[in-house]
Structure formats: structure tokens, C-alpha cells
Nanobody, 120 residues
Framework: QVQLVESGGGLVQPGGSLRLSCAAS????????MGWYRQAPGKQRELVAG???????NYADSVKGRFTISRDNGKKTVSLQMNSLKTEDTAVYLC??????????????WGQGTQVTVSS
């Protein structure tokens, strides 16, 4: 059973920064693609950023230039550095582990999510 545990969410003012982390229990972490999705109330789940096992990254247009995804295969973690946060970034952020990089199709394993609230 794969477990994904997110951390790092919280309340931040517009323009601020947060760093999310996701720790995986899967020993084969390095062969999986990892992603961060988010879901705001009343909205569909959407990809924020993804990174393949080879390090290729993919970002939603709305976060390009502000967010950076990275992975540490030795620690079995994936992180999301979020800068210049906007109120519209408010959502539950979920960590995703999957065997492919078809980011438009939610699939694979999911964490419980961590709340990010951007508000003054």
C-alpha cells in the first residue's frame, strides 16, 4: 500500500510563499511520475505541476514562473515551491504518484491533501 503524506500548507498573504512537501512510502519512488494537483471548493481537480521520473516538468499556465516542482529520489519526496501566491491559488493541494505522465487524467495514488489559503 502506497502512502503519500503532504505537509507545508497554511495561511499566507497575497505575494507570499509556501513550500509543500510530499513524502512517499513506496520504495520504487524513483520510477514514478509525481504531481501536485489542487481542488478549490466547487471546482474540478486540476494539475498544478508534474515531474516525471526523468525530471521533465509540466506546469499549469496559471502557475508558470511562480511555482517550481522538484523531487529527491533518495528521500522519496516531491516538493512544490510556491512564490508570489495569489488569492486564486487557495485550494486543497494533493500529492499524486503515477506510472505515466498523462497529467490531464487524474490517476494513480493520492495523498490526503493539504490546505493552502491565500488571504489578507
Amino acid at each position: 500500500q502506497v502512502q503519500l503524506v503532504e505537509s507545508g500548507g497554511g495561511l499566507v498573504q497575497p505575494g507570499g510563499s509556501l513550500r509543500l512537501s510530499c513524502a512517499a512510502s513506496n520504495a520504487l519512488f524513483s520510477i514514478y511520475s509525481m504531481g501536485w494537483y489542487r481542488q478549490a471548493p466547487g471546482k474540478q481537480r486540476e494539475l498544478v505541476a508534474g515531474i516525471t521520473s526523468g525530471g521533465t516538468t509540466n506546469y499549469a499556465d496559471s502557475v508558470k514562473g511562480r511555482f517550481t516542482i522538484s523531487r529527491d529520489n533518495g528521500k522519496k519526496t516531491v516538493s512544490l515551491q510556491m512564490n508570489s501566491l495569489k488569492t486564486e491559488d487557495t485550494a486543497v493541494y494533493l500529492c499524486n504518484m503515477r506510472g505515466d505522465s498523462n497529467w490531464k487524467a487524474p490517476a494513480g495514488y493520492w495523498g490526503q491533501g493539504t490546505q493552502v489559503t491565500v488571504s489578507s
